[in-house]
């Protein structure tokens, strides 16, 4: 067995005999997300690399610790990709198990799948110190319950991952973006209409853009696929819509600022740093523009929406939410809020409660993985 792999192993074993919680880190980039940390830290990144890799079967193994940027630069010297897009956060300290364990995705998410979508199989260490593996690297390999996917979020309070396989797509052969000038309620009927559509569409960002004068309303559309689908695409959409085709350069910079929450908008007005968190409210697509007072930005053709708004608005959006059908969550919390419980995700039904406890108790029956890292006492 690997050395580094080795002393995880016995890392985690002498916690669980001594009842010591660890805090499992990998290059610390998603730190933010969720509860605070608690803890002996768990360095993950020692376990690193590129296991295997086959092209023409679009599956990659990769050991968890394996900087995210390690793995896309070998997919894109061999013309694939993450069709899910990962944010980065604009850092390179991301590693691959952070990304399954955190299970976040870009804008292409409400066309593409999540990363649950592409998760294939995984080796992990649980809280007894066993060495495990789930599923394998084929889609069709799972029977009864899926363990492999039931990581992805878990924000390793199940388990230390060690390997993941992931389905990889090959990078479309065209690409391009459309803008249009039209409020939210107009941009979200819009995007229902085109998607219902056999049209190439891949992403949409609406937002108020507030750096530009008289801060117009935008919508942003992304189509990929092949060269005759998405020009055909463009021709259609903007006879729909008066609107513009953007500069491919210009257009992939802003996409990739919106992956990693770099856009203005995600900025924090230095009088606010101490009042304001980032919320994520996670709604179907089809849900109505919301009635609130903070300026939002929408993705996902209506399924995801941003927004800055202090801590005391917690009741208001999170029944705004429920109301639509959807949840709401604090995604960076306030600056300021460190020790005391962020609240960050919304609080679990009974049933669903009963479904953590149990899956925790199995996984790790001394409780002590990244304990209260999803909710204060799980």
Known sequence: MDTALQHLIDHIKTAAAQGTPLRIRGGGSKDFYGETPQGELLDATTYCGIVSYEPTELV???????????????????????AFEPPRFGTANGTCGGMVATGLSGPARASVGGVRDYVLGVQLVN???????????????????????????????LGLLTEISLKVLP??????????????????????????????????????????????ELLFVRLRGAVAAVESACTKMLADVPGRRMDKAQAGLDWTACRDLQLPFFTTPAESAEALALWRLSVPQTAPVLDLPWPQLVEWHGGQRWLRAPASALDQLRQAAAAAGGSASVFVAAAGTTTEP?????????????????????????????????????
């Open 171 to 216: 990078v479309a052969p065209a690409e391009a973006t459309l803008v249009f000038e039209l409020d939210q309620a107009s941009a979200l009927a819009q995007l229902h209409r085109w998607g219902a559509q056999p049209l190439p569409l891949n992403a949409s960002c609406w937002l108020r853009d507030d750096t530009a004068p008289n801060a117009p």
């Open 127 to 157: 809280g007894r110190g066993e060495h495990l593996t789930f599923g394998g690297q084929v889609m069709k390999n799972v029977a009864g319950y899926d363990v492999s996917r039931l990581m992805v979020g878990a924000m390793g309070t």
């Open 342 to 378: 962020k609240n960050c995700f919304s609080p679990l039904t009974p049933a669903v409660e009963q479904i953590h406890r149990r899956l925790k108790a199995e996984f790790d029956p001394a409780g002590i993985l990244n304990p209260g890292r999803m909710y204060a006492d799980i």
């Open 60 to 82: 990659v193994t990769v050991r968890a610790g394996t900087p995210l940027a390690e793995l896309e630069a070998a997919l894109t010297e061999k013309g694939q990709c993450l």
